[in-house]
Nanobody
Framework: QVQLVESGGGSVQAGGSLRLSCAAS????????MGWFRQAPGKEREFVAG?????????YGDSVVKGRFTISRDNAKTTVYLQMNSLKPEDTAVYFC????????????????WGQGTQVTVSS
């Protein structure tokens, strides 16, 4: 069993930065892939970024401009991070952390565990 708790969300102006954290409990954290998803009002939850257990392989969603967001993980701290730079109003959403024995990082249904989400609001 893995429990995930996100933090670091908030309100920021366009062009600003935020760093989201997802703290995981459970001894199997280091063996799981981790992902960040987001859901804006009235829209489906979408993949933002994912990272495999080793931390060496990452993948980013098409909706996220490469170079703006960076996912990383610290297995010793059982925490995964999402550094978000050059934020835009369209990045406004609830951001969710997820974990699982995932083969395809993009596939939402492969993730077994989900956090409660943290709100990110970007104003113009």
């Amino acid at each position: 069993q893995v429990q995930l708790v996100e933090s670091g969300g908030g309100s920021v102006q366009a062009g600003g930065s935020l760093r989201l954290s997802c703290a995981a409990s459970g001894r199997t954290f280091s063996s799981y892939a981790m992902g960040w998803f987001r859901q804006a009002p009235g829209k489906e939850r979408e993949f933002v970024a994912g990272i495999y257990w080793s931390g060496r392989t990452t993948y980013y969603g098409d909706s996220v401009v490469k170079g703006r967001f960076t996912i990383s993980r610290d297995n010793a701290k059982t925490t995964v991070y999402l550094q978000m730079n050059s934020l835009k109003p369209e990045d406004t959403a609830v951001y969710f952390c997820a974990a699982g024995a995932v083969r395809d990082l993009v596939r939402l249904r492969e993730y077994e565990y989900w956090g409660q989400g943290t709100q990110v609001t970007v104003s113009s």
